[in-house]
């Protein structure tokens, strides 16, 4: 994977969903994976879904995969202001174990 | 269990001077990542390494970067002479020993923020 796309900024209501999308290019990626990153920290790994599967749910987090159109969703229920943060998907690189990143959604919760 | 760690936190350097960062990766960790950052992007591979060896640098700009991670634990990225566009946050990840194909979580550290003026 060399291009990962995701939108660039979201904003929701707290209490609502939000969902944040990103297109990737290896047909052959194993796993696929969402971070979080806060201001001024490094990334956290919220989730990741298997390639075979097409849907994985975590808590308040849905990870929806269409392998066929290369389109990986996250959906965050019940949105907090905690969640405020950028997003970022990720895939590895083609045949390779290190990931490259989408250039990251901002999501920004209102009060 | 600790996560990895990353010193320092800031940097602020003149052009052509020379910087110097630190890592430790979580204890166990065969693989340790370099990754480059630059404000509203996502992190760019810079090298990585598989216990004390080289795995993949090919987008490290070699003119200027180095790395090394001697006996297979911490590792430090250097950057002589640094240029402007050098200024990102640079944050080191690691992972546990995998099997190609296998799930390659890596974890991160909070990163170093390098200023080039």
């Known amino acids: 994977g060399e291009d990962v796309e995701q939108s660039l900024f979201l904003s929701v209501r707290e209490g609502d969903s939000s969902v944040i999308n990103c297109t990737y290019t290896d047909s052959s990626s194993t796993y696929l994976y969402w971070y979080k990153q806060e201001p001024g920290a490094g990334l956290q790994l919220l989730t990741y879904i298997f390639s075979n599967m097409d849907m994985k749910q975590d808590q308040r987090l849905t990870v929806l995969l269409n392998k066929k159109d290369k389109h990986l969703s996250l959906r965050i229920a019940d949105t907090q202001t905690g969640d405020s943060a950028i997003y970022f998907c990720?895939?590895?690189?083609?045949?390779?174990?290190?990931?490259?990143f989408g250039s990251g959604t901002r999501l920004q919760v209102q009060p | 269990e600790a996560g990895v760690a990353q010193s320092p936190r800031y940097k602020i350097i003149e052009k052509r001077q020379s910087v110097a960062f630190w890592c430790n990766p979580i204890s166990g960790h065969a693989t340790l990542y370099w990754y480059q950052q630059i404000l509203g992007q996502g992190p760019k591979l810079l090298i990585q390494f598989q216990n004390n060896g080289v795995v993949d640098d090919s987008q490290l700009p070699k003119d200027r970067f180095s790395a090394e991670r001697l006996k297979g634990v911490d590792s430090t990225l250097k950057i002589q002479p640094a240029k402007l566009e050098d200024s990102a946050v640079y944050l080191c990840?690691?992972?546990?020993?995998?099997?190609?194909?296998?799930?390659?979580?890596?974890?991160f550290g909070q990163g170093t923020r390098l200023t080039v003026v």
């Open positions: 990840a690691s992972s546990p020993r995998a099997r190609t194909g296998m799930n390659t979580e890596a974890f």
């Open positions: 990720a895939e590895p690189y083609t045949g390779r174990r290190a990931l490259t």
